[in-house]
């Protein structure tokens, strides 16, 4: 499968059409923005190790049951996907408080809830993503009822997939960003990618940070931080 023209560039991925209709190729790149973009950098290999480790981690929830928009692993940094229609909410699980939540909650980072917790955010740049319930969404038409219980049903099921297979690797899984897509069909599955873009990893021992918060708080080592992560997971996998 080719690239043909580019539909989208956004902050870490190009997308480009193919000459099949409903499947585009996702390409991974090392650049890095935080704080809505504000911050800007770049994360050397960071593509490569993404696209793998959004590949293993989609295939994993798949083989569990849980559909995705992943169809198969072109190179390095490119991925044959479903085409989608993305649901333009940020949906956030979080086991443990951390970053928004904890400044805007004021509950200390590393604070383990009771039972896991969701929330979404609109996805829009220009107003910086701002946090939302599921009757605001369903009230500007972001997405129906029963497309936010089946997204809450499906975030919960991942959560509980990942977190378990992390532990299994001396990995703590914090918090994470997902989003949903709906393909030609009407289904919703999981799209975008499973990253320590996305994420939060924390060593289960030391509590050293394998994730993006290194180049957003500038903890220095981010490529060995994402190195270790795709490390340890292809270890598991094998
Ligand atoms: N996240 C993301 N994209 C965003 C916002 C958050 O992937 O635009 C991820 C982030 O990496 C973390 C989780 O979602 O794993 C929760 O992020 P939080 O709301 O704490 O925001 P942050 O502190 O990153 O601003």
């Known amino acids: 499968m080719e690239k043909k023209s580019m539909l989208y560039e956004g902050k870490a991925k190009r997308v480009y059409e193919t000459e099949h209709p409903d499947q585009y190729i996702v390409s991974y790149k090392d650049d890095a923005t935080a704080f809505n973009g504000l911050k800007k950098g770049t994360i050397e290999g960071k593509g490569v190790i993404n696209n793998q480790m959004s590949n293993l981690m989609m295939q994993l929830l798949e083989r569990k ?8 692993e072109l190179s390095e940094r490119d991925t044959l996907v479903k085409k989608v229609s ?9 086991n443990l408080a951390a970053g928004s939540f904890s400044a805007r909650y004021g509950v200390a980072e590393g604070t383990v809830f009771d039972e896991p917790t969701l929330e979404f955010s609109y996805k829009n740049d220009e107003l910086g993503d701002p946090l939302l319930n599921d009757r605001h969404a369903i009230a500007m038409k972001l ?9 809450s ?3 919960f099921q991942i959560n509980q997939i990942m977190k378990e297979f992390f532990q299994t690797i001396g990995i703590t899984l914090v918090d994470f960003k997902l989003e949903f897509g709906r393909t030609a ?5 999981l799209a975008d990618e499973i990253s320590p873009d996305t994420c939060r990893f924390w060593d289960s021992k030391t509590g050293e940070r394998l994730d993006k918060d290194r180049f957003r708080r500038d903890l220095g080592n981010v490529e060995g931080a994402y190195q270790e992560m795709i490390r340890r997971i292809t270890s598991a996998e094998a």
């Not at 049951?65 to 198969?72: A, C, D, K, L, Q």
């Not at 993305?86 to 979080?94: A, D, N, W």
Request: no cysteine; proline share 6%.
């Open 86 to 94: 993305i649901v333009p909410l940020e949906v956030i699980v979080r």
């Open 65 to 72: 049951g849980v559909p995705t928009h992943f169809i198969e």
């Open 143 to 151: 997405a129906t009822r029963e497309d936010i219980e089946q997204i």
């Open 153 to 155: 049903e499906l975030a």
């Open 185 to 189: 069909d009407g289904s919703i599955v």
